[in-house]
């Protein structure tokens, strides 16, 4: 009885401690990846990193201003599509769906959340890409919205359940429409919790790489219009490292750098929000 | 009066109408997601038939497409990256879940829940300049050494190749597995480990015997959900599986994916065939992606009811 006693004490200690060892074991990779995108990426970091040009393969120097800028510009096209057709969406997922189609729709929504992001970036390139002759800014724009609308629109719905039907009964008895109470009751205390998920679904395609590279492909230049080819972080990063050359490694570490800080920079920021918005109920 | 209140539901149906409307697009998507590939792999898939899944030489060049070394690669370096990941994430998720002082688990949590905003591109990054070199002068000569003589790790130390994919969509995988496990975890009653503790279970078996059973629907949910998204990886495989579509017992020897495939050879696509050959082996790509998530979704919904169903007693 005793060694029994004895050999299940030991069994529970030693499986409880195999889970502190698996939780020690993943952070080995997150510090790993952080610290060589740190170490590695900050040398490559100066004035001219953000302010120029990519030099011509051979030559010395040079910076991936455009490739920021043609990511902001991405992601703000993607944004200007997707978050108000993601939020519409969701209020129609939470308000009006019922039935059948709204079952179609939040299913629809959980599959396009699945599809593997280079899908979405050969399909956006036989629709959009032939169509137009030319690869865009505008396609890369909505490969990205298709990949980030699914995201808002479930949030979105998540988030006007949380909200109490009180709040909307209250304001259907004092003679407002539906579509009044959405706008000015619903959507307003349920603000601060959309802002959150479209900040995360931003941070999310910031990064992304695959859509990219069959429609914004990539560009040695400043961004021009939405009908010209754009260059990103994302896509930089993946032609340079795969380059034989030193410089361009280097190159391809700093970007990474800034694309790290840039998306994390908003996750955090989008969690933060999110827990102060919820701490302050 | 009457006017008004008449204005008030036009607006209400106009309204409901436009938000309907955005929802649609949703439907409209997966429709031409849909037409667009099964059109483009129309043409491969008539000249190939079934020997386009079966036939094992993927070769532009001379325009013969089997799409085998595809999938076994696809397949091969999810299932090392789920057999890597599944007992870590479950290994951490009840730490967070169950053990951890409190002080730590939100801190915790929130660092895994990094490793899922890190961009695909940088793990690949990582995996190129840190991972492979490590893997190609330390990991492999060593498993080569002492267990060379199984298969698996035969061949020379190249470093890319399908562990290196492996390891790496392993590391991806492994938030998702565990915040999702996690939150299953958190949502079995107290009452379940108190009534195996009062029986005089240690806390492992109270977490073995009843926690985890209780959560099983969730967890296996969460676990495809994770299988799903190694499926679908593209860039950290591409630039760190070595791309050469051969199938092989050694994890050393380089592969490649559905996912790494497309990216590698879209853009230079020879003719008609090879671009029809990509479309099918994206259309295929579609489907296992569609399956294994409805799977999962299925098992996540199952459990969120039976939780439900408790807390509401």
Redesign the interface.
Known sequence: MVARKVKRKLWNRFMLTLTVVATAVALVPLGSILYYVAVRGLPALNLDFFTKLPAAVGEPGGGLANAILGTIILVLLAGAMAVPLGILTGIYLAEFGRGRLAWTVRFLCDVLTGVPSIIVGIVVYSTVVLTMKRFSALAGGIALAVIMLPMVARTTEEILRLVPQSLREASLALGATRARTVRSVVLRSAMGGIITGVMLATARIAGETAPLLFTALNSRYWPGGLTDHIASLPVYIFTYSTTPYEELHRLAWGAALVLVVMVLATSIAARMAARRLNGGR | MVGKAGR??I??T???G??????????F??I??LY??IE?AGPALARFGWDFLTGTRWDPVHEKFGAWPLIYGTLVSSFIALCLAV??????A???AE??PSWLRDP?A??????A??????????G???LVPWLRTSVQPFLGNTLGFLPLFQGPPLGMGMLAAGLVLA?MI?PII?SLSREVLLAVPLSQREAMLALGA????AI?MAVLPYGRSGIIGAII?GL?RA?????AVT?VIGNRPQVSPSLFHPGQTI?SV??NE??EGFNELHLSA??AS?LL??VI??L???LA?LLVWRMNKVTQGVSRE
Do not use: C, H, Q
């Open positions: 008030g539901k607006k209400d106009l309204f409901a436009i938000s309907g409307l955005a929802a649609l697009s949703i439907v998507i997966i031409v997601m667009e590939l483009g007992p870590l994430s479950l290994g951490i009840i730490y967070l053990l951890a915790l929130f660092l895994v829940e990094l490793l905003a890190i961009p695909s591109v940088v793990y690949g990054l990582w190129l300049f840190v590391i492994l565990t240690t806390r492992w078996e073995r959900l799903g499926l679908g990886e593209t860039m630039m996912a497309i990216a879209f853009t990509l479309l994206a790509l579609f992606t569609l294994v998530n409805v979704r």
